[in-house]
């Protein structure tokens, strides 16, 4: 969300003229933020053509926009920006983001979130996130300086990569439990990233005795994630249905797929929008683990293709236009 907040104010400043209101302390100054935001639009909002709201939760402010400013309104909606499972929540935030004239929506998935909750489908717009040209540098690591200092290496094998959050959504104790042992003994499975499932997928690893072939990398510079995206061999997003933690979109996909890495992902909530099916990666059904199994051996995507695709779809160049026609 910090991301897509980022690139959108970046790249709508180079063809309009933009206030960026942000919260620059983290989640612990959220509550003063929310009241200089709101004194804000009070007093000055009258002086704006438009105003974009960066998230769900911060709906409250439409409805100052709309009495005290004649701008157009939009916000852009995530996914558990509206989903989140809290009965005051509920009641309140869809119905403060239904004052927007237009409801952005990062994929289909957040969009039927949106309908679902009584939000007319008419004011809402799925403009996917997008990719910039930062995310094209190629990392300067080798795969000697991505293995240095750890205790794995792949090479002579095919290594399968994935980051994010160790949350049970993301499906990685599941991929290890059920399709690893389907795999030939040539494939590794890394993933980088911290969070509070890290203790279920080492129990997945110890219990189905893949030490060997599996390793969690721990958090991960910028760089080393460029350099995992250049070197390995795909790009996994197993992810599984929990409910009120649903997936909105899912960046890294198409981070990898700008570096030519495909994708094999399941289908399912925003990942839907995130990967071209038979273009930048395949998708598959949510928890087929022979299907998973079979993908992964018979992948056959060529990576400068996989490039030109991901550009063509999802480079900021084309998405900030789709925003501007909104606002326009």
Request: some cysteine; proline content about 4%; aromatic content about 10%.
């Amino acid at each position: 969300m910090e991301l897509l907040a980022y690139d959108f104010y970046t790249h709508v400043s180079r063809f309009r003229e933009v206030t960026l209101l942000a919260n620059r302390r983290g989640n612990r100054y959220l509550v003063p933020f929310l009241i200089k935001a709101a004194l804000y639009v009070v007093f000055r909002g009258h002086r704006f053509s438009h105003v974009h709201i960066g998230d769900g939760l911060l709906a409250p402010l439409l409805t100052l926009a709309g009495l005290f400013s004649r701008s157009s309104l939009s916000i852009t909606i995530h996914g558990l920006d509206i989903t989140y499972e809290n009965a005051l929540y509920q009641i309140l935030i869809p119905r403060l983001v239904a004052k927007a004239d237009t409801v952005i929506c990062i994929s289909r998935a957040a969009r039927d979130e949106c309908v679902a909750r009584g939000i007319p489908e008419a004011r809402c717009v799925v403009i996917p996130c997008g990719i910039h040209g930062e995310s094209l540098r190629q990392s300067p690591l080798s795969m000697e300086d991505l293995t240095r200092g750890r205790d794995f290496s792949w090479k002579g094998r095919k290594a399968l990569f994935s980051v994010g959050r160790l949350v049970r959504r993301k499906g990685y104790e599941w991929f290890v439990r059920e399709v690893m042992p389907k795999l030939d003994p040539e494939y590794v499975y890394l993933i980088a990233g911290t969070g509070p499932e890290r203790k279920n997928i080492e129990t997945a690893i110890s219990e189905t005795e893949q030490t060997e072939r599996v390793a969690l990398l721990g958090p991960i510079s910028e760089d080393e994630k460029l350099g995992f995206y250049r070197w390995a061999h795909l790009f996994l997003m197993p992810n599984v249905r929990v409910a009120g933690d649903m997936e909105g979109f899912g960046i890294t996909l198409i981070e990898a797929a700008v570096h030519g890495l495909p994708s094999v992902a399941s289908s399912i909530e925003g990942i839907r929008d995130a990967v071209l099916d038979g273009e930048t990666g395949y998708l598959l059904e949510e928890g087929d683990a022979g299907a998973f199994a079979e993908c992964i051996r018979s992948c056959q995507l060529r990576r400068e293709q996989i490039t030109e695709r991901a550009l063509e779809a999802f480079s900021w160049e084309q998405i900030v236009l789709r925003y501007l026609e909104v606002f326009d």
